[in-house]
């Protein structure tokens, strides 16, 4: 049979995608000069929801577990609610791909009925709507990952994660967009198309969990799930103005989902939840780990959850922070300068130290990161879509670089394999030691990305992924938590003449600022903690929300 061409597999896949919302819901069309850059306010006040459909999608995803364990709302009606909302964040940000609303309202009323009978819940999670970054393997459904010969192939086993959750009582109702093989830090590809930003429609949501990122932020989602290899969560969900947890590998189950790149174990990713509420991300990780997860996946750590890590209780604590808020290749934009600051501000003034923090290797494991991810990849990769006539995007020429160079020999992989360990304990050991008084810093506080959020397709040529990637080279756990939105009257534009730049690319992504283009971006940073303390990432950020919110 013939390999079709990667036009006839998109309109299949969105045909598909297409006929499964107009079943249930029909979004208004509006014309796209009508619309203000912030879509999510413009669709909350808009006439499309009822009010009590809008109170349901602007609740959290705690107060919604607890309505629904409480019977004030049903599991049916919070499901409905959020699949409707789903319908609108695609026709304003093309951010879904499979669509599970069948399934979701057979489930949930199934939890309610179970409720009824049993007079309680099925597990911490029942009835709560949980929308799935598009590699997660929920059967019959396609896992594209936004590429062709995916993405109309039915799956027939269901991921491991993907069991759990449903068995602690989540409901899956939408899968989500990523970039092709989730190998770029914006979300677009030649099945779905491109994801923008539902807080500035200019904008980027990020990547790869960018659809994730999109819907969540567009409050069609209470809690998602996405992956990070080398940013894919932090960067969406900073740019969506949410928390998003990165944990260490082996942590969290990831048995059985679709990757980039199988096979190769140099660079893991990692899955883990994201949403618009910190007490979210506890509730969903305390959940996952209360159901023993090691005893499903064989390389799932068994790491209970561990309550009221930071001792004592209240204690001050301490963090570095990058001088120059720079991680000495690329300057943030201004908006996120000020970011920086503010949160600086604001906890030294609630009493905590601040400890000034000089790159060590940054640059070293940042590259290193990106040549194992092109090297190791770019065959698999360009196998998988080159026979669908698939283009190949500006920001992974890397991949189609390594795919025609020489394969790598056992002693190259040998000695990345030694320098990354090197690397990962010496990092350590700056940890433990990086302070003045020669000792430990609680987390490191950083930007996620040199932009607020770049603009859609901006990251084609200048795609750099330095501030989140050496935490998975590391295999560090970290949180973004958001601070602000970018404000034209107080993050002016540098003066380019006077400006001194890192390099020719900071030069390049510096110039792109404009104030008021980007005025209105929301600006998101992350806490990092060292390997397996994810509830002490959670508890700092925890900290963090509380300054900022004073």
Not at 295 to 307: A, L, M, Y
Request: proline share 6%.
């Amino acid at each position: 049979m013939a390999i079709q061409n990667y036009r006839e597999v998109s309109a299949i896949a969105q045909t598909r995608r297409d006929t499964k919302i107009a079943a249930y819901h029909n979004p208004p069309e509006v014309k796209e000069s009508s619309l203000p850059n912030n879509l999510t306010e413009y669709a909350l006040n808009s006439i499309y929801y009822t009010p009590e459909e809008r109170t349901i999608v602007e609740t959290e995803a705690d107060v919604i577990l607890e309505k629904i364990a409480n019977r004030e709302w049903t599991s049916l009606t919070v499901t409905k609610a959020f699949c409707k909302a789903s319908a609108y964040a695609q026709r304003l940000t093309n951010c879904i791909t499979e669509v599970l609303y069948d399934e979701a309202h057979e489930r949930a009323q199934y939890l309610d009925d179970y409720l009824a009978k049993h007079g309680k819940t099925v597990g911490p999670l029942h009835g709560l709507p949980i929308s799935l970054k598009d590699c997660f393997i929920v059967p019959p459904y396609p896992a594209s990952i936004g590429m062709s010969n995916w993405a109309n192939k039915a799956t027939d086993k269901e991921q491991v994660i993907v069991t759990i959750l449903r068995e602690l009582g989540a409901v899956f109702y939408v899968k989500t967009n990523t970039p092709t093989a989730m190998k770029m830090a914006e979300t677009i590809n030649n099945v779905w198309g491109e994801t923008r930003n539902a807080l500035h429609k200019q904008l980027t949501p990020g990547g790869s969990s960018g659809g994730e990122g999109s819907l969540i932020s567009f409050k069609g989602s209470p809690l998602g799930v996405g992956t990070d290899i080398g940013g894919s969560i932090r960067i969406p969900a900073a740019q969506g103005f949410q928390y998003g947890l990165k944990p260490s590998v082996g942590r969290f189950p990831g048995y059985g989902g679709r990757v980039g790149v199988t096979g190769q174990e140099f660079l893991v990713p990692v899955s883990g939840p994201m949403s618009r509420s910190l007490k979210s991300l506890q509730i969903y990780t305390k959940a996952l780990l209360s159901a023993t997860p090691w005893t499903r996946d064989h390389k799932c750590v068994p790491v209970p959850w561990r309550d009221n890590v930071i001792q004592p209780p209240g204690r001050k604590l301490r963090f570095g922070v990058l001088v120059g808020n720079n991680d000495g290749s690329v300057h943030c934009h201004p908006p996120v300068e000020r970011a920086l600051d503010l949160t600086v501000d604001k906890l030294k003034a609630a009493g905590h130290e601040i400890i000034p923090w000089t790159p060590r290797h940054h640059d070293v494991m940042t590259r290193n990161l990106g040549a194992a991810l092109s090297k190791l990849g770019g065959t698999a990769i360009l196998n998988d879509i080159k026979p669908h006539g698939e283009p190949i995007f500006g920001s992974m020429k890397a991949y189609e670089a390594a795919a025609d160079a020489e394969e790598l020999r056992v002693t190259q992989i040998r000695e990345m394999i030694a320098e990354r360990d090197d690397l990962q304990q010496e990092y350590f050991e700056y940890m433990m030691t990086g302070a003045p008084d020669g000792q430990p810093v609680d987390g490191i506080i950083m930007a996620t990305a040199p932009h607020a959020a770049p603009r859609l397709r901006g990251l084609q040529a200048d795609q750099y992924i330095g501030y989140t990637a050496l935490w998975n080279y590391l295999d560090f756990s970290v949180c973004t938590f958001p601070v602000l939105f970018a404000d034209k009257a107080q993050d002016k534009a540098r003066d380019m003449k006077s400006f001194e730049a890192f390099s020719d690319l900071d030069a390049r992504i510096q110039a792109d600022y404009d104030a008021d283009f980007y005025h209105g971006a929301p600006v998101g940073l992350q806490c990092v903690g060292k390997r397996f303390e994810e509830e002490k990432v959670l508890e700092m950020v925890g900290v963090i929300e509380q300054v900022l919110k004073a």
